[in-house]
Protein backbone atom coordinates (compact mmCIF):
# COMPACT_ATOMS: atom_id res chain seq x y z
CA UNK A 1 0.00 0.00 0.00
CA UNK A 2 1.28 3.16 -0.61
CA UNK A 3 0.26 6.83 -0.48
CA UNK A 4 0.37 7.20 -4.24
CA UNK A 5 -2.35 4.37 -4.58
CA UNK A 6 -4.36 6.64 -2.22
CA UNK A 7 -6.33 3.01 -0.77
CA UNK A 8 -9.99 4.13 0.98
CA UNK A 9 -9.88 1.28 3.40
CA UNK A 10 -6.76 1.25 5.61
CA UNK A 11 -5.28 -1.63 7.86
CA UNK A 12 -3.02 -1.94 10.86
CA UNK A 13 0.49 -2.24 9.72
CA UNK A 14 2.03 -5.65 11.80
CA UNK A 15 4.61 -7.91 10.47
CA UNK A 16 5.08 -6.56 7.66
CA UNK A 17 1.55 -6.84 6.53
CA UNK A 18 -1.72 -5.13 6.34
CA UNK A 19 -4.51 -6.36 8.42
CA UNK A 20 -7.24 -6.03 9.93
CA UNK A 21 -8.15 -4.51 12.96
CA UNK A 22 -9.20 -8.07 15.13
CA UNK A 23 -12.19 -7.54 15.83
CA UNK A 24 -13.15 -6.12 12.50
CA UNK A 25 -13.79 -2.21 13.60
CA UNK A 26 -13.29 0.48 11.33
CA UNK A 27 -13.81 4.30 11.83
CA UNK A 28 -14.12 6.94 8.78
CA UNK A 29 -11.02 9.08 8.72
CA UNK A 30 -12.46 12.82 7.79
CA UNK A 31 -11.06 15.58 5.80
CA UNK A 32 -11.16 18.79 8.00
CA UNK A 33 -11.76 21.15 5.07
CA UNK A 34 -15.33 19.54 4.44
CA UNK A 35 -15.36 16.81 7.46
CA UNK A 36 -16.25 14.08 4.41
CA UNK A 37 -14.92 11.01 4.80
CA UNK A 38 -11.63 10.35 2.73
CA UNK A 39 -10.53 6.68 4.06
CA UNK A 40 -11.69 4.38 6.91
CA UNK A 41 -8.80 3.14 9.08
CA UNK A 42 -8.72 0.11 11.81
CA UNK A 43 -10.07 0.82 14.93
CA UNK A 44 -7.34 -1.40 17.23
CA UNK A 45 -7.85 -2.80 20.16
CA UNK A 46 -5.78 -4.11 23.20
CA UNK A 47 -5.59 -7.46 21.44
CA UNK A 48 -3.79 -5.57 18.57
CA UNK A 49 -1.07 -3.68 20.73
CA UNK A 50 -0.44 -7.12 22.19
CA UNK A 51 -0.13 -8.92 18.65
CA UNK A 52 1.64 -5.81 17.22
CA UNK A 53 4.40 -6.06 20.91
CA UNK A 54 4.82 -9.91 20.33
CA UNK A 55 5.46 -9.48 16.81
CA UNK A 56 8.22 -6.73 17.24
CA UNK A 57 9.76 -8.33 19.78
CA UNK A 58 10.35 -11.75 17.95
CA UNK A 59 11.95 -9.85 14.91
CA UNK A 60 14.20 -8.06 17.56
CA UNK A 61 15.41 -11.33 18.61
CA UNK A 62 15.75 -13.13 15.57
CA UNK A 63 15.76 -10.72 11.88
CA UNK A 64 19.41 -9.40 12.58
CA UNK A 65 18.49 -5.67 12.74
CA UNK A 66 20.14 -5.26 16.35
CA UNK A 67 22.76 -7.62 15.87
CA UNK A 68 24.67 -5.78 13.03
CA UNK A 69 27.48 -2.86 12.98
CA UNK A 70 24.82 -0.35 11.84
CA UNK A 71 25.48 -0.32 8.28
CA UNK A 72 22.45 -2.51 7.47
CA UNK A 73 20.52 -0.18 9.02
CA UNK A 74 21.66 2.98 7.55
CA UNK A 75 21.69 1.54 4.20
CA UNK A 76 17.26 0.88 5.03
CA UNK A 77 16.54 4.60 6.25
CA UNK A 78 19.10 5.59 3.28
CA UNK A 79 16.99 3.63 0.79
CA UNK A 80 13.60 4.92 2.96
CA UNK A 81 14.46 8.76 2.72
CA UNK A 82 14.95 8.30 -1.21
CA UNK A 83 11.74 6.13 -1.64
CA UNK A 84 9.71 8.95 0.33
CA UNK A 85 11.62 11.98 -1.71
CA UNK A 86 10.15 10.19 -4.70
CA UNK A 87 6.33 9.94 -3.37
CA UNK A 88 6.38 13.33 -1.18
CA UNK A 89 4.09 14.56 -3.68
CA UNK A 90 1.53 11.66 -2.75
CA UNK A 91 2.23 11.89 0.50
CA UNK A 92 2.07 15.38 1.38
CA UNK A 93 -1.43 15.55 -0.49
CA UNK A 94 -2.52 12.74 2.18
CA UNK A 95 -1.12 14.71 4.85
CA UNK A 96 -2.88 17.90 3.73
CA UNK A 97 -6.35 15.63 2.98
CA UNK A 98 -6.00 13.95 6.50
CA UNK A 99 -4.60 16.74 8.27
CA UNK A 100 -5.79 20.23 7.11
CA UNK A 101 -2.69 21.60 6.73
CA UNK A 102 -1.79 23.77 3.62
CA UNK A 103 0.01 21.47 0.69
CA UNK A 104 2.72 24.01 1.18
CA UNK A 105 3.15 22.81 4.40
CA UNK A 106 2.89 19.53 4.45
CA UNK A 107 5.47 19.35 1.71
CA UNK A 108 7.37 21.53 3.87
CA UNK A 109 7.24 18.71 6.28
CA UNK A 110 7.83 15.56 3.71
CA UNK A 111 10.96 17.12 3.20
CA UNK A 112 11.65 17.59 7.09
CA UNK A 113 10.94 13.31 7.62
CA UNK A 114 13.28 13.13 4.33
CA UNK A 115 16.28 14.96 6.00
CA UNK A 116 15.24 12.86 9.62
CA UNK A 117 15.71 9.88 7.79
CA UNK A 118 19.26 11.20 6.18
CA UNK A 119 20.49 12.60 9.50
CA UNK A 120 20.08 10.17 11.35
CA UNK A 121 20.55 7.26 9.05
CA UNK A 122 24.25 8.78 9.16
CA UNK A 123 24.79 8.04 12.86
CA UNK A 124 23.82 4.60 12.80
CA UNK A 125 27.04 3.11 12.30
CA UNK A 126 28.14 5.76 14.59
CA UNK A 127 26.93 3.97 18.05
CA UNK A 128 30.35 3.72 20.09
CA UNK A 129 31.15 2.53 23.53
CA UNK A 130 34.32 4.16 25.59
CA UNK A 131 37.02 2.44 26.83
CA UNK A 132 37.66 3.82 30.59
CA UNK A 133 40.81 4.10 32.52
CA UNK A 134 40.77 2.06 35.73
CA UNK A 135 43.30 0.85 38.42
CA UNK A 136 45.27 -2.18 38.05
CA UNK A 137 45.37 -5.05 34.88
CA UNK A 138 42.25 -4.30 33.96
CA UNK A 139 40.07 -3.26 31.05
CA UNK A 140 36.77 -1.38 31.46
CA UNK A 141 34.83 -0.47 28.54
CA UNK A 142 31.16 0.17 27.87
CA UNK A 143 28.58 -1.61 24.96
CA UNK A 144 25.74 0.94 23.36
CA UNK A 145 22.81 -1.87 23.27
CA UNK A 146 19.50 -1.25 21.82
CA UNK A 147 17.04 -1.12 24.39
CA UNK A 148 14.69 -4.04 22.81
CA UNK A 149 10.91 -3.28 21.71
CA UNK A 150 10.13 0.67 21.79
CA UNK A 151 6.85 2.59 21.70
CA UNK A 152 5.77 5.87 20.00
CA UNK A 153 2.70 7.95 20.03
CA UNK A 154 2.18 10.83 18.20
CA UNK A 155 -0.05 13.38 17.65
CA UNK A 156 -1.97 14.93 14.73
CA UNK A 157 -0.69 18.02 13.98
CA UNK A 158 2.57 17.07 12.29
CA UNK A 159 1.46 13.23 12.03
CA UNK A 160 4.16 11.87 9.98
CA UNK A 161 6.95 14.19 10.76
CA UNK A 162 6.40 13.76 14.97
CA UNK A 163 6.12 9.68 14.65
CA UNK A 164 9.16 9.63 12.28
CA UNK A 165 10.97 11.93 14.73
CA UNK A 166 11.56 9.21 17.06
CA UNK A 167 11.12 6.08 14.96
CA UNK A 168 13.71 6.68 13.28
CA UNK A 169 16.49 7.24 15.83
CA UNK A 170 15.18 4.07 17.45
CA UNK A 171 15.47 2.52 14.42
CA UNK A 172 18.72 3.59 13.60
CA UNK A 173 19.95 1.88 17.38
CA UNK A 174 18.68 -1.34 16.30
CA UNK A 175 15.07 -1.54 17.80
CA UNK A 176 11.62 -2.93 17.16
CA UNK A 177 9.51 -0.17 16.87
CA UNK A 178 5.56 0.00 17.40
CA UNK A 179 3.90 3.49 16.78
CA UNK A 180 0.28 4.47 17.56
CA UNK A 181 -0.57 7.56 15.54
CA UNK A 182 -3.09 9.56 16.57
CA UNK A 183 -6.72 8.27 15.63
CA UNK A 184 -7.69 11.43 13.79
CA UNK A 185 -4.53 11.29 11.33
CA UNK A 186 -3.10 7.59 10.98
CA UNK A 187 -3.13 7.88 7.61
CA UNK A 188 0.64 8.73 6.49
CA UNK A 189 2.18 6.73 9.19
CA UNK A 190 0.26 3.54 7.76
CA UNK A 191 1.68 4.07 4.30
CA UNK A 192 4.97 5.06 5.78
CA UNK A 193 5.11 1.45 7.15
CA UNK A 194 4.68 0.00 4.09
CA UNK A 195 7.38 2.41 2.28
CA UNK A 196 9.71 0.82 4.72
CA UNK A 197 9.32 -2.61 4.35
CA UNK A 198 10.22 -1.75 0.59
CA UNK A 199 12.99 -0.12 1.83
CA UNK A 200 14.44 -3.58 3.51
CA UNK A 201 13.46 -2.74 7.14
CA UNK A 202 12.75 -6.88 8.05
CA UNK A 203 9.09 -7.64 8.98
CA UNK A 204 8.09 -6.80 12.34
CA UNK A 205 11.09 -4.31 12.99
CA UNK A 206 8.22 -1.16 12.30
CA UNK A 207 4.97 -1.86 12.76
CA UNK A 208 1.89 0.86 13.01
CA UNK A 209 -1.63 0.48 15.45
CA UNK A 210 -4.03 2.65 15.54
CA UNK A 211 -6.98 2.81 18.24
CA UNK A 212 -8.19 4.69 20.64
CA UNK A 213 -5.41 6.03 23.00
CA UNK A 214 -6.71 5.11 26.22
CA UNK A 215 -6.69 1.23 25.25
CA UNK A 216 -4.35 0.66 22.47
CA UNK A 217 -1.77 3.06 24.31
CA UNK A 218 -2.06 2.05 27.58
CA UNK A 219 -1.89 -1.48 26.47
CA UNK A 220 1.08 -1.13 24.71
CA UNK A 221 3.82 1.22 27.30
CA UNK A 222 2.35 -1.56 29.80
CA UNK A 223 2.94 -4.31 28.16
CA UNK A 224 6.13 -6.31 29.51
CA UNK A 225 8.01 -6.56 26.40
CA UNK A 226 7.75 -2.70 26.00
CA UNK A 227 11.28 -1.36 26.82
CA UNK A 228 10.87 2.54 26.46
CA UNK A 229 7.99 5.11 25.70
CA UNK A 230 8.81 8.30 23.14
CA UNK A 231 5.38 10.03 23.68
CA UNK A 232 4.37 13.42 22.14
CA UNK A 233 1.25 14.92 22.97
CA UNK A 234 -0.70 17.09 25.46
CA UNK A 235 1.10 17.42 29.15
CA UNK A 236 -1.58 15.78 30.52
CA UNK A 237 -1.74 12.69 28.53
CA UNK A 238 2.40 13.29 29.03
CA UNK A 239 1.65 13.10 32.82
CA UNK A 240 -0.45 9.65 32.61
CA UNK A 241 2.36 7.68 30.81
CA UNK A 242 5.08 9.12 33.30
CA UNK A 243 3.25 6.96 35.69
CA UNK A 244 2.75 4.38 33.81
CA UNK A 245 6.44 4.43 32.54
CA UNK A 246 7.49 4.83 36.26
CA UNK A 247 5.32 1.71 37.25
CA UNK A 248 7.58 -0.33 35.11
CA UNK A 249 10.97 1.53 35.18
CA UNK A 250 11.52 2.03 31.86
CA UNK A 251 13.34 5.49 30.27
CA UNK A 252 10.84 7.69 28.64
CA UNK A 253 10.99 11.00 26.23
CA UNK A 254 8.09 13.12 26.82
CA UNK A 255 7.35 15.72 24.27
CA UNK A 256 4.52 18.23 25.48
CA UNK A 257 2.33 21.12 25.49
CA UNK A 258 3.38 24.87 25.48
CA UNK A 259 2.67 28.24 25.74
CA UNK A 260 4.97 30.08 24.09
CA UNK A 261 5.97 33.77 25.07
CA UNK A 262 7.44 35.81 22.13
CA UNK A 263 9.40 38.85 23.82
CA UNK A 264 9.49 41.72 22.01
CA UNK A 265 12.27 44.23 23.27
CA UNK A 266 11.74 48.32 22.25
CA UNK A 267 14.74 48.20 19.62
CA UNK A 268 13.07 45.32 17.62
CA UNK A 269 12.87 45.45 13.92
CA UNK A 270 8.75 45.73 13.96
CA UNK A 271 8.37 44.58 10.35
CA UNK A 272 10.16 41.43 10.63
CA UNK A 273 9.06 40.60 14.48
CA UNK A 274 5.42 41.09 12.79
CA UNK A 275 6.02 38.79 10.29
CA UNK A 276 8.11 36.10 12.36
CA UNK A 277 4.83 36.46 15.31
CA UNK A 278 2.30 35.60 12.16
CA UNK A 279 4.14 32.72 11.01
CA UNK A 280 4.90 31.46 14.61
CA UNK A 281 0.61 31.74 15.81
CA UNK A 282 -0.83 31.12 11.96
CA UNK A 283 1.60 28.56 10.71
CA UNK A 284 -0.56 25.18 10.94
CA UNK A 285 -3.55 26.65 11.68
CA UNK A 286 -1.91 27.41 15.06
CA UNK A 287 -1.53 23.96 15.89
CA UNK A 288 1.65 23.55 17.13
CA UNK A 289 2.82 22.81 20.54
CA UNK A 290 6.01 25.91 20.51
CA UNK A 291 3.15 28.22 18.67
CA UNK A 292 4.05 31.94 19.83
CA UNK A 293 0.45 32.06 21.53
CA UNK A 294 1.71 34.87 24.65
CA UNK A 295 2.81 38.22 22.70
CA UNK A 296 4.96 40.07 25.21
CA UNK A 297 5.18 43.86 24.33
CA UNK A 298 6.22 47.03 25.58
CA UNK A 299 3.60 49.98 26.49
CA UNK A 300 5.28 52.35 24.13
CA UNK A 301 4.97 49.58 21.11
CA UNK A 302 1.72 47.95 21.88
CA UNK A 303 -0.42 49.87 19.52
CA UNK A 304 2.02 50.18 16.48
CA UNK A 305 2.76 46.12 16.56
CA UNK A 306 -0.62 44.90 16.88
CA UNK A 307 -1.84 46.92 13.90
CA UNK A 308 1.05 45.07 12.01
CA UNK A 309 0.06 41.94 12.94
CA UNK A 310 -3.54 42.37 12.60
CA UNK A 311 -2.85 43.15 8.97
CA UNK A 312 -1.21 39.92 8.44
CA UNK A 313 -3.80 38.34 10.34
CA UNK A 314 -6.62 39.71 7.61
CA UNK A 315 -4.85 39.12 5.31
CA UNK A 316 -4.34 35.53 5.20
CA UNK A 317 -6.29 33.33 2.82
CA UNK A 318 -8.13 30.36 4.20
CA UNK A 319 -9.02 27.79 2.26
CA UNK A 320 -8.81 24.03 1.86
CA UNK A 321 -5.13 22.73 2.54
CA UNK A 322 -5.48 21.46 -0.91
CA UNK A 323 -5.42 24.28 -2.94
CA UNK A 324 -2.05 26.31 -3.84
CA UNK A 325 -3.65 29.53 -3.30
CA UNK A 326 -4.52 28.75 0.42
CA UNK A 327 -2.51 30.26 3.27
CA UNK A 328 -4.28 28.86 6.41
CA UNK A 329 -5.86 25.43 6.35
CA UNK A 330 -8.86 24.24 8.91
CA UNK A 331 -8.29 22.68 12.38
CA UNK A 332 -8.20 19.42 12.79
CA UNK A 333 -11.51 18.48 13.76
CA UNK A 334 -14.92 19.96 14.88
CA UNK A 335 -14.21 19.05 18.52
CA UNK A 336 -11.13 21.38 18.18
CA UNK A 337 -12.86 24.28 15.94
CA UNK A 338 -15.33 24.13 19.38
CA UNK A 339 -12.60 24.27 21.79
CA UNK A 340 -10.71 27.23 20.08
CA UNK A 341 -13.57 29.16 19.65
CA UNK A 342 -14.70 28.74 22.90
CA UNK A 343 -11.70 30.12 24.63
CA UNK A 344 -11.68 33.35 22.39
CA UNK A 345 -15.64 33.62 23.84
CA UNK A 346 -14.55 33.39 27.26
CA UNK A 347 -11.70 35.92 26.81
CA UNK A 348 -14.73 38.25 25.22
CA UNK A 349 -17.04 37.68 27.90
CA UNK A 350 -14.10 38.72 30.40
CA UNK A 351 -13.36 42.03 28.85
CA UNK A 352 -11.12 41.33 26.33
CA UNK A 353 -10.71 43.09 22.90
CA UNK A 354 -11.11 40.50 19.72
CA UNK A 355 -8.93 42.95 17.28
CA UNK A 356 -8.24 39.96 14.98
CA UNK A 357 -10.71 37.19 13.27
CA UNK A 358 -12.76 35.44 16.81
CA UNK A 359 -14.92 33.16 15.24
CA UNK A 360 -15.30 30.81 12.34
CA UNK A 361 -15.39 31.43 8.87
CA UNK A 362 -19.08 31.29 7.89
CA UNK A 363 -18.95 32.33 4.57
CA UNK A 364 -19.60 29.01 2.21
CA UNK A 365 -17.64 26.89 1.23
CA UNK A 366 -15.53 27.17 4.57
CA UNK A 367 -18.61 26.86 6.57
CA UNK A 368 -18.58 22.91 5.99
CA UNK A 369 -15.20 22.78 7.16
CA UNK A 370 -13.41 23.38 10.72
CA UNK A 371 -11.93 27.07 9.73
CA UNK A 372 -11.07 29.49 12.32
CA UNK A 373 -10.25 32.91 11.47
CA UNK A 374 -6.30 34.32 12.60
CA UNK A 375 -7.58 35.70 15.70
CA UNK A 376 -5.86 38.45 17.89
CA UNK A 377 -7.09 39.40 22.26
CA UNK A 378 -5.70 42.37 23.56
CA UNK A 379 -6.75 43.53 26.87
CA UNK A 380 -6.08 40.24 28.55
CA UNK A 381 -4.55 39.67 32.14
CA UNK A 382 -1.89 37.02 33.26
CA UNK A 383 -4.46 34.92 35.43
CA UNK A 384 -6.87 34.27 32.30
CA UNK A 385 -7.45 31.08 30.51
CA UNK A 386 -6.72 32.38 26.83
CA UNK A 387 -3.09 33.45 28.26
CA UNK A 388 -2.25 30.31 30.55
CA UNK A 389 -3.76 27.26 28.63
CA UNK A 390 -2.76 25.85 25.42
CA UNK A 391 -5.62 26.83 22.75
CA UNK A 392 -3.80 25.25 20.00
CA UNK A 393 -5.34 27.09 17.56
CA UNK A 394 -4.77 30.43 15.62
CA UNK A 395 -5.10 32.95 18.94
CA UNK A 396 -2.65 34.86 19.44
CA UNK A 397 -3.28 37.30 23.73
CA UNK A 398 -1.36 40.33 23.96
CA UNK A 399 0.05 41.21 27.33
CA UNK A 400 1.90 44.62 27.87
CA UNK A 401 5.05 45.14 29.96
CA UNK A 402 6.84 48.46 31.28
CA UNK A 403 10.72 47.31 32.35
CA UNK A 404 12.65 44.17 30.74
CA UNK A 405 12.58 42.48 33.63
CA UNK A 406 8.45 42.68 33.90
CA UNK A 407 8.48 41.15 30.25
CA UNK A 408 11.11 38.55 31.20
CA UNK A 409 8.73 37.42 34.14
CA UNK A 410 6.06 37.49 32.35
CA UNK A 411 7.64 34.83 29.59
CA UNK A 412 8.47 32.83 32.83
CA UNK A 413 5.10 32.75 34.23
CA UNK A 414 3.80 29.62 32.62
CA UNK A 415 3.89 26.23 33.73
CA UNK A 416 5.00 25.00 29.97
CA UNK A 417 8.58 25.73 29.31
CA UNK A 418 8.87 24.75 25.87
CA UNK A 419 10.23 27.54 23.90
CA UNK A 420 10.64 31.21 23.45
CA UNK A 421 11.06 33.62 20.89
CA UNK A 422 12.96 36.94 21.40
CA UNK A 423 12.93 40.50 18.91
CA UNK A 424 15.31 42.83 19.25
CA UNK A 425 18.29 44.48 17.31
CA UNK A 426 20.79 44.31 20.54
CA UNK A 427 22.32 40.96 20.53
CA UNK A 428 24.65 41.29 23.78
CA UNK A 429 20.71 41.75 25.75
CA UNK A 430 19.68 39.00 23.99
CA UNK A 431 22.09 36.74 24.49
CA UNK A 432 21.85 37.74 28.35
CA UNK A 433 17.98 37.30 27.98
CA UNK A 434 18.23 33.91 26.25
CA UNK A 435 19.55 32.45 29.56
CA UNK A 436 16.88 34.08 31.70
CA UNK A 437 14.23 32.18 29.55
CA UNK A 438 12.89 29.18 31.29
CA UNK A 439 12.70 27.45 27.93
CA UNK A 440 14.10 24.38 26.16
CA UNK A 441 14.26 26.01 22.96
CA UNK A 442 14.85 29.89 22.83
CA UNK A 443 15.22 31.99 19.18
CA UNK A 444 16.56 35.15 18.42
CA UNK A 445 15.10 37.22 15.43
CA UNK A 446 13.80 33.65 13.82
CA UNK A 447 10.30 32.27 14.34
CA UNK A 448 9.95 28.48 15.92
CA UNK A 449 12.61 26.79 13.34
CA UNK A 450 14.15 23.86 14.11
CA UNK A 451 16.67 21.14 12.13
CA UNK A 452 17.09 17.28 12.43
CA UNK A 453 20.46 18.36 14.00
CA UNK A 454 19.03 20.81 16.63
CA UNK A 455 18.15 19.16 20.29
CA UNK A 456 14.32 19.33 20.42
CA UNK A 457 12.58 19.57 24.01
CA UNK A 458 10.83 21.22 26.79
CA UNK A 459 11.49 22.17 30.38
CA UNK A 460 8.32 22.37 32.81
CA UNK A 461 5.55 20.51 32.40
CA UNK A 462 6.65 20.71 28.46
CA UNK A 463 8.38 17.61 29.19
CA UNK A 464 11.75 15.34 29.36
CA UNK A 465 14.58 14.74 27.11
CA UNK A 466 14.51 15.50 24.17
CA UNK A 467 14.51 14.85 20.24
CA UNK A 468 16.59 15.34 17.28
CA UNK A 469 20.33 16.32 17.61
CA UNK A 470 23.13 14.11 17.28
CA UNK A 471 22.94 12.21 20.93
CA UNK A 472 19.59 11.43 20.19
CA UNK A 473 20.30 7.58 18.92
CA UNK A 474 22.28 7.53 22.55
CA UNK A 475 18.95 8.04 23.59
CA UNK A 476 17.06 4.41 22.36
CA UNK A 477 20.52 2.47 23.80
CA UNK A 478 21.30 1.55 27.04
CA UNK A 479 24.46 1.38 28.27
CA UNK A 480 26.54 -1.54 29.54
CA UNK A 481 29.95 -1.84 31.54
CA UNK A 482 32.17 -4.54 30.67
CA UNK A 483 35.10 -5.16 33.11
CA UNK A 484 38.06 -7.60 32.16
CA UNK A 485 41.01 -8.78 34.30
CA UNK A 486 44.02 -9.16 32.38
CA UNK A 487 46.55 -10.93 34.79
CA UNK A 488 43.69 -12.13 37.17
CA UNK A 489 46.31 -12.92 40.02
CA UNK A 490 48.39 -9.63 39.06
CA UNK A 491 45.03 -7.42 39.27
CA UNK A 492 44.88 -4.78 42.00
CA UNK A 493 42.23 -2.70 43.78
P1 LIG B 1 -3.07 13.98 22.99
O1 LIG B 1 -2.24 14.00 24.22
O2 LIG B 1 -4.53 14.04 23.13
O3 LIG B 1 -2.77 12.65 22.16
C1 LIG B 1 -1.47 12.30 21.74
C2 LIG B 1 -1.44 10.81 21.46
O4 LIG B 1 -1.64 10.11 22.68
C3 LIG B 1 -2.52 10.32 20.50
O5 LIG B 1 -1.96 9.30 19.68
C4 LIG B 1 -3.55 9.74 21.45
O6 LIG B 1 -4.34 8.72 20.86
C5 LIG B 1 -2.66 9.14 22.52
N1 LIG B 1 -3.29 8.95 23.84
C6 LIG B 1 -4.36 9.59 24.36
N2 LIG B 1 -4.62 9.13 25.61
C7 LIG B 1 -3.67 8.19 25.88
C8 LIG B 1 -3.38 7.38 27.01
N3 LIG B 1 -4.12 7.42 28.11
N4 LIG B 1 -2.33 6.54 26.94
C9 LIG B 1 -1.55 6.49 25.84
N5 LIG B 1 -1.77 7.24 24.74
C10 LIG B 1 -2.82 8.08 24.75
O7 LIG B 1 -2.48 15.15 22.07
P2 LIG B 1 -3.02 15.63 20.65
O8 LIG B 1 -4.31 16.34 20.89
O9 LIG B 1 -2.96 14.52 19.65
O10 LIG B 1 -1.86 16.67 20.24
C11 LIG B 1 -1.82 17.96 20.69
C12 LIG B 1 -0.88 18.09 21.87
O11 LIG B 1 0.42 17.62 21.53
C13 LIG B 1 -0.67 19.54 22.29
O12 LIG B 1 -0.69 19.60 23.70
C14 LIG B 1 0.72 19.85 21.75
O13 LIG B 1 1.38 20.89 22.42
C15 LIG B 1 1.41 18.56 21.94
N6 LIG B 1 2.60 18.48 21.06
C16 LIG B 1 3.87 18.54 21.59
C17 LIG B 1 4.99 18.53 20.75
C18 LIG B 1 6.40 18.62 21.28
O14 LIG B 1 7.33 18.29 20.55
N7 LIG B 1 6.62 19.05 22.52
C19 LIG B 1 4.80 18.45 19.38
C20 LIG B 1 3.50 18.40 18.88
C21 LIG B 1 2.40 18.40 19.72
Not at 282 to 291: D, E, K, L, R
Request: net charge neutral; hydrophobic share 40%.
Amino acid sequence: MSAGSTPSEYGLFIGGASLPASRGERAPVLDPATNRPIATAPVGRADDARHAMEVAESAFRNSGWAEDDGGRRARALYRLARLLEERAESFAVLETTNMGKTIRESKGDIGYVVRTLDYVAGLADKIEGETIPVPGARLDYTLREPLGVTVHIAPWNYPLLLAIRSVAPALAAGNAVVLKPASLTPLTALSFAALAKEAGVPDGIFNVVVGPGGEVGETLVTDPRCRSVSFTGSSEVGQRIAELAARRVIPMTLELGGKSPVVVLPDADLDRAAKGIGFGIFGNAGQMCWAGSRLIVPDALHDELVAKVSKIANGLKLGPGSESTSEMGPVVSADQLDRVVGFVEEARSAGSTVVAGGDRAKEPPLDAGNFVRPTIVTGVSPEQRVVREEVFGPVLSVLRYGQVDEAVRLANDTRYGLFAALWTRDLSQAHTLARQLEAGMVSINEPPTTFPQSPFGGYKESGIGFEQGRRVVESYTRRKNVIVNLGSAKAKK
